[in-house]
Nanobody
Framework: QVQLVESGGGLVQAGGSLRLSCAAS????????MGWYRQAPGKQREPVAT???????VYADSVKGRFTISRDNAKNMVFLLMNSLKPEDTAVYYC?????????WGQGTQVTVSS
C-alpha cells in the first residue's frame, strides 16, 4: 500500500502562485508514473502534469507555460508549482502515483482562485 499526502492548497487571487507538495510513503524511484490531477465541481478528474516512465513529462494544454512539476526522489516528494493562476484553475488537486501499474491517490487539496 502507498499513502500520498498533499499539501499547499489554498485561496489565491488571479495571477498569483501556489506550490503543491505530495509526500509518498514509499520510495518513488520505482514508480511507473507520478503526477497531479484536478477535479472541478461538476467535471471529471483530469490530468494536469504527469511523469511517466518511457514517456516523460506531459502537461495539460491549459497549464503549459504556467505550471511546473518536479520531484525530489531523496525525499519521496512531488511538487506542482502553479504560476499565473486563473479562476478556471479552481479545483481539488490530487496527487497520483502508479506502482506496478496500480494507481494510488491522495486525499486531495483545494485550490481556489478568485477573480
Amino acid at each position: 500500500q502507498v499513502q500520498l499526502v498533499e499539501s499547499g492548497g489554498g485561496l489565491v487571487q488571479a495571477g498569483g502562485s501556489l506550490r503543491l507538495s505530495c509526500a509518498a510513503s514509499r520510495s518513488i524511484d520505482s514508480a511507473n508514473g507520478m503526477g497531479w490531477y484536478r477535479q472541478a465541481p461538476g467535471k471529471q478528474r483530469e490530468p494536469v502534469a504527469t511523469f511517466t516512465k518511457g514517456v516523460g513529462t506531459v502537461y495539460a494544454d491549459s497549464v503549459k507555460g504556467r505550471f511546473t512539476i518536479s520531484r525530489d526522489n531523496a525525499k519521496n516528494m512531488v511538487f506542482l508549482l502553479m504560476n499565473s493562476l486563473k479562476p478556471e484553475d479552481t479545483a481539488v488537486y490530487y496527487c497520483n502515483a502508479v506502482f506496478l501499474y496500480r494507481n494510488y491517490w491522495g486525499q486531495g487539496t483545494q485550490v481556489t482562485v478568485s477573480s
